[in-house]
């Protein structure tokens, strides 16, 4: 069975630094696209960033040069590095990947950034 956990949310101050972790289990391919996206209360779920298989990136206008994912692909694990932190980055932070037609999403993180 397919588990992908996200976990390093928590409250932080404006300008502060959190580094969130994606781990997954029961998975024996390499997944193909692993993301973060995110949700803040009344809004639609929407894209942190992408990584491939083979390191290519891609972020949200809102996070570029502050936010860094990386992933160690034998592992399937994922991290999100968040620099710079502002209060409209609070939200529910999810994990997402995917292989072939087949999508995989962990329950989310919470991050709130607020003095």
């Known amino acids: 069975q397919v588990q992908i956990v996200e976990f390093g949310g928590g409250l932080v101050q404006p300008g502060g630094s959190l580094r969130l972790t994606c781990a997954s289990s029961g998975i024996i391919f390499s997944l193909d696209v692993m993301g973060w996206y995110r949700q803040a209360p009344g809004e639609q779920r929407e894209l942190v960033a992408t990584i491939t298989g083979t390191g290519n990136t891609n972020y949200a206008d809102s996070v570029k040069g502050r936010f860094t994912i990386s992933r160690d692909n034998p592992k399937n694990t994922m991290w999100l590095q968040m620099n710079s932190l502002k209060p409209e980055d609070t939200a529910v932070y999810y994990c997402?990947?995917?292989?072939?037609?087949?999508?995989?999403w962990g329950q989310g993180t919470q991050v709130t950034v607020s003095s």
């Open positions: 997402n990947g995917r292989h072939g037609s087949s999508s995989y």
